[in-house]
């Protein structure tokens, strides 16, 4: 007779009684490409949404040294690439404290593998950053998409999928854990516009690229959901 951590056997239950249908995760990866291809076009083809990227930065060039720069540049520097990966190793220590191989598969490879990815569009789409006032943060990388805002998503929707999928929560709980998790993305994202490290297009291009990456991860979780990853036990 098999024997199951307690907190592996919750997140079982949960993982069985709410995970979203194959088609609702294909419809979502579906969403967040057709996103991003079109603030590709627009940015790159188009003529409208350059001018809004740059009526966007404009405005925020004059933030100055003021109280929301000040909070923006700390949100920024706090999910550098440094600060992420503590992040998730944080986020692995629990999931395998609790014996859900699966999450903790996820949590290892799909965040890396989409930060991955969104330095190989760097390369290939080569956009520039926005120019530069005196008070903005510079950075020698291009600019679409936005790599902050990317690693933002991946380990916030991480957890709210956690939250959602495994973890047992009361609903008014999870509905708070979600939404947190959501504005943690957007404060990221906003932070990135405000200290003038990237335009509003470059930002959103990353959520639909987060979108894609977080519903393909999804879909591999419940395709293993009835093959238990063998993990080893945890320390006393």
């Given at each position: 007779?098999s024997?199951r951590?307690p ?11 709410s ?7 294909l419809?979502?990866a ?5 996103g ?6 627009a ?19 004059f ?5 929301l ?5 700390w949100?920024s520097h ?10 998730l ?18 949590a ?13 569009l ?7 950053r926005p120019?530069r006032?005196?008070s ?21 929707g991480l ?7 495994a ?11 979600v ?5 943690a993305?957007?404060a ?9 490290a ?7 291009a ?9 519903a393909l991860?999804?879909?591999w ?11 080893a036990?945890?320390?006393?």
């Amino acid at each position: 007779m098999s024997h199951r951590h307690p907190s592996s056997r919750i997140a079982h239950r949960a993982s069985h009684h709410s995970s979203p249908s194959p088609c609702a995760l294909l419809s979502l990866a579906i969403a967040g490409a057709a996103g991003f291809v079109a603030l590709a076009l627009a940015v790159f083809r188009g003529t409208w949404f350059p001018g809004l990227d740059a009526m966007v930065h404009r405005h925020f060039a004059f933030a100055g040294d003021g109280v929301l720069y000040q909070a923006m540049c700390w949100t920024s520097h706090l999910h550098d690439t440094g600060f992420v990966v503590i992040y998730l190793m944080l986020l692995c220590v629990f999931l395998w404290r609790r014996h859900e191989g699966r999450w903790l598969a996820a949590a290892l490879v799909s965040p890396l593998g989409a930060m991955a990815m969104n330095w190989v569009l760097k390369q290939v789409f080569e956009r520039p950053r926005p120019p530069r006032w005196p008070s903005a943060a510079v950075s020698s990388t291009f600019s679409f998409p936005s790599g902050h805002t990317i690693a933002a998503a991946m380990l916030y929707g991480l957890v709210a999928c956690h939250v959602l999928l495994a973890s047992g929560m009361g609903p008014r709980a999870r509905a708070g854990a979600v939404t947190l998790c959501a504005l943690a993305v957007a404060a990221v994202a906003f932070s990135r516009v405000v200290v003038g490290a990237h335009y509003l297009s470059d930002v959103l291009a990353s959520v639909c690229e987060g979108m894609v990456w977080l519903a393909l991860t999804m879909l591999w979780i419940r395709r293993r959901q009835h093959a238990p990853m063998p993990l080893a036990s945890a320390p006393p």
